[in-house]
């Protein structure tokens, strides 16, 4: 059974915010109707968005990292916030595991975003209804779009694909086999929802050697080949003698 | 969490209703029992049913101000094999039209109400449950995943019912008054103790999720520097009672006063010299406990979101 998600390399995004946006200009000019603005260049703005990215410190200083963080609706493989939903609006598709909500039977009560750990469903402010990561489920499956460009919106936009999208449960994917391979990890596993997007951490690349390792005590330059070998003595033996029986 | 008022008012008035009809209908089984004379028909049973009525029919307008499309609210009968809400969506309206046909076999004198009554107990039994269930079913909202929430909803539901009954039959039966009274601060002291069980719970309790589990981050000192907005969203609005820990505090004492102490102390006074204004203040001061009572239920639970939202840039 497929199930789409994505999975988010924390290593390499630089917190642009270039999803944030492009998810934005999708997803409020999309068929499902717009996503609500108030007082966008006044003070205390407000808006409904799908997707964000949050910033943190990790550390003391001076041995600090600041890791951005992009934040949307997991699509859990059991999520809580579907069977909460008193009318049905809320559902997860069984062809491709995306959760969604059919806006025309939502009656905005907020009981699934209370039902949701991660904070990712947003009741539209002026439609009233609840909103949500759709995974692009409108441009993923669009015949009217080029066979390339049936991606997320969020995952185009990434200039350094810290986004990627695929089949999590198609062992040979790209996301799977980044999960698989770089360490792809959920949030919040303690609640059982068992997330489809992943992250990858931040990774450094650190070799484990010793300062003696790097300098070879016996090495074969540091003999003092100039100097004769006593009659009937053996030649000097080397650490790769005693390791080379076959010589 | 962030008490929407549309919601404390459903829960402490459909509450307070449900606890009348208990009150009614005990009465019924008293006199039944040869313990007490049966109350008049239209005299006692029927205002009574239509007191009752009133206060669900005013929890039922109030929860249609929590909605975003009140119109489609028929809509949340559907989904009641998993949905708590749903559930609550139908048991609501099932209660009301029980009391009402008990209320209707008073008045037209038919010999069914005790059957009918009995019914309209179990739906009220479940009503209170699925209320409760609402809340106590999020497992990660810690502070109400226990069973003392169904409990109190319950109880304290009883309690100011009881209280209602109470200044009611002040007015109605005089024979019944004391009796109510005494379930009164019954329900009320059992309501003192349970939600004081749920306090202290609350006082020491462990939340699982930290921004370590959260963010994926294994590291004891995370700070968020941006939450990725500049002003509010839903998120901060519908999550965060935006008060002071001082508010809150004042609050508990608040309630603890009004729903208990004070009720208890009037109930107490009626029980020797009874007295209707004394019996109503009573109620009113226990509703008002009340709705301080459910908004610390609210705004004491914290959510795992708030992790996400603890710094604007």
Redesign the interface.
């Known amino acids: 059974m497929t199930q789409l998600a994505l999975v988010i390399d924390l290593n390499v995004c630089v917190g642009c915010?270039a999803c944030?946006t492009s998810c934005k200009s999708w997803n409020t000019s999309g068929s499902a109707g717009s996503l609500a603005d108030f007082?966008p260049y006044d003070e205390?703005?407000?808006?409904?968005?799908f997707n964000?990215?949050?910033?943190?410190?990790?550390?003391?200083f001076p041995n600090t990292e600041?890791?951005h963080?992009p934040?949307s609706c997991l699509h859990c493989e059991d999520p809580?916030c579907?069977?909460?939903?008193?009318?049905?609006?809320s559902y997860k598709r069984k062809e491709d595991g995306i959760v969604l909500v059919d806006y025309d039977?939502?009656?905005?009560?907020?009981?699934c975003?209370?039902?949701?750990?991660?904070?990712v469903?947003?009741?539209d402010?002026k439609?009233?209804?609840m909103t949500k990561c759709t995974l692009c489920v409108d441009r993923i499956y669009s015949d009217a779009l080029a066979p390339e460009d049936r991606r997320p919106a969020c995952v185009m936009a990434c200039p350094t694909s810290a986004r990627l999208f695929g089949d999590v449960h198609d062992p040979d994917s790209e996301v799977s086999i980044a999960i698989r391979e770089r360490g792809g990890?959920?949030?919040?596993?303690?609640?059982g929802t068992v997330p489809s997007n992943q992250?990858l951490?931040?990774r450094k690349t650190v070799i484990n050697i010793s300062e003696d390792q790097l300098v070879r005590a016996d090495s074969p330059q540091k003999l003092d080949t100039a100097a004769p070998l006593k009659p009937g003595a053996k030649p000097r033996s080397t650490l790769d003698d005693a390791a080379n029986f076959s010589g | 969490m962030h008490p929407g008022f549309s919601v404390i008012f459903l829960t402490t008035l459909i509450g307070a209703g449900q606890g009348l009809f208990l009150a009614l209908y005990a009465a019924e089984i008293a006199a039944a029992l040869n313990v007490v004379a049966l109350p008049p028909a239209r005299g006692f049973f029927v205002p009574g049913v239509l007191l009752s009525l009133a206060f669900t029919g005013a929890g039922a307008v109030a929860s249609l101000f929590h909605l975003g499309h009140p119109e489609r609210a028929w809509r949340a009968m559907a989904m009641w094999r998993t949905s708590w809400l749903s559930r609550e969506g139908i048991a609501l309206p099932s209660f009301m039209l029980a009391v009402f046909l008990y209320g209707l076999a008073h008045w037209l004198e038919w010999r069914a109400t005790l059957a009918i009554g009995a019914v309209a107990v179990v739906l009220c039994l479940i009503l209170f449950v699925c209320t409760g269930m609402i809340y106590a079913c999020i497992k990660f909202l810690q502070e109400w995943a226990s069973p003392l929430t169904v409990i109190n909803y319950a109880v304290l539901g009883c309690a100011s019912g009881f209280t209602l009954a109470s200044a009611f039959a002040a007015f109605t039966a005089d024979r019944l008054v004391v009796a109510y009274i005494t379930a009164a601060i019954a329900f009320t002291l059992l309501g003192l103790g349970t939600r004081c069980a749920s306090l202290l719970r609350n006082s020491r309790i462990k939340h699982k999720s930290t921004l370590q589990s959260a963010t994926g981050i294994h590291h004891p000192r995370i700070v968020q520097k941006s939450q990725g907005f500049m002003g509010g969203s839903y998120n901060t609005r519908e999550f965060f009672h935006g008060r002071s820990k001082a508010f809150l505090r004042s609050i508990k004492w608040i309630f603890l006063a009004l729903a208990f102490a004070l009720p208890l102390l009037l109930l107490g006074v009626s029980l020797n010299h009874v007295s209707a204004i004394v019996l109503c203040l009573a109620f009113v001061v226990q509703y008002a406990g009340l709705i301080a009572e459910r908004w610390f239920f609210f705004a004491q639970s914290n959510h795992p979101q708030n992790l996400y939202y603890q710094a604007i840039s």
């Open positions: 915010q944030v007082r205390d703005p407000a808006g409904t968005f964000r990215v949050q910033t943190f410190e990790v550390g003391e600041t890791v963080f934040k809580p579907v069977p909460v939903c008193p009318t049905g609006a039977k939502c009656i905005g009560c907020g009981y975003a209370w039902a949701c750990p991660y904070g469903r947003e009741l402010e439609r009233q209804e990890y959920a949030l919040m596993p303690e609640w992250y951490p931040r």
